[in-house]
């Protein structure tokens, strides 16, 4: 009886630490989730190998408190990304930041403004270039992403 029980209460919350997580994108979903069976530090060297491997720098890390900064990539178009990472027990959370031209900006006086990603239908948008670029790099580390807004 006591098993039950105690099934039932891992499974409550099991399903509330699920819950907002969707494993196809939803408009203004901003943060990426990697689900492993590995704990936060594990996480930390795997997947910044897994990083190298796939081309990526690192601007920043921090051992101490489990947090990788990418360098900027340049997607089509020209527009370029980083990620933010954090790892928290076995979850990987991705942010990314992503360039835009700023209105008022002239071809002699080009300015750029980093601006959180969000997840938008329209996949001509420079969130959408961006995303086409870095998405199926994540999505290959183990094949499946969850989304959420935050």
């Known amino acids: 009886m ?17 819950r907002g997580q969707h494993n196809i994108p939803e408009k203004k979903d901003n943060v990426i989730l990697i689900n492993t069976s590995n704990t936060a530090e594990e996480n930390f060297k795997l997947f910044g190998k897994f990083l190298i491997d796939e081309g990526f720098s690192f601007a920043s890390k921090d051992i101490d408190f489990l947090t990788l900064t990418t360098s900027e990539k340049t997607s089509e178009g020209g527009y370029k990304y980083i990620l933010l990472i954090s790892f928290k027990d076995s979850q990987i959370l991705i942010r990314a930041k992503c360039n835009y031209v700023m209105f008022g900006s002239s071809l002699s006086n080009i300015q750029l403004d980093w601006t959180d990603w969000e997840y938008a239908k329209s996949r001509n948008s420079p969130s959408g270039i961006a995303f086409k670029a870095f998405e199926p790099i994540l999505k290959k580390y183990n094949g499946e992403l969850n989304y959420i807004k935050q």
């Open 2 to 18: 006591k098993e039950f029980f105690l099934f039932i209460i891992i499974f409550i919350t099991s399903t509330n630490s699920l």
